[in-house]
């Protein structure tokens, strides 16, 4: 069985910095892409930041030169640094990852909020 949890969401005043973190657990063979999405209320999940197995990275154009994503791939965990967070940051944020386990599919964390106070 495997998990993704979350950990480093909060509130936090415009300016700010946070560090997001998401562990995936269990009997994983392999690690592909991984990344984070975020979804704010009414509006669709958008993705904020991925990052290949080799460290190839691609970012919204509204987090570009803000947020910083990374991996460790011995920890199959994905980091997301977030600093000069705006008000519009405001947003749940899902990492997600590609694993194999006995097949390769995508898994999702349950989710962190985030709250950006201007």
């Known amino acids: 069985q495997v998990q993704l949890v979350e950990s480093g969401g909060g509130l936090v005043q415009a300016g700010g910095s946070l560090r997001l973190s998401c562990a995936a657990s269990g009997r994983i063979f392999s690690n592909n892409d991984m990344g984070w999405y975020r979804q704010a209320p009414g509006e669709q999940r958008e993705l904020v930041a991925q990052?290949?197995?080799?460290?190839?990275?691609n970012y919204a154009d509204s987090v570009k030169g803000r947020f910083t994503i990374s991996r460790d791939n011995a920890k199959n965990t994905v980091y997301l640094q977030m600093n000069s967070l705006k008000p519009e940051d405001t947003a749940v944020y899902y990492c997600?990852?590609?694993?194999?386990?006995?097949?390769?599919?995508?898994?999702w964390g349950q989710g962190t909020q985030v709250t950006v106070s201007s």
């Open positions: 990052v290949s197995s080799s460290g190839s990275t």
């Open positions: 997600y990852a590609n694993l194999r386990t006995r097949n390769w599919s995508t898994y």
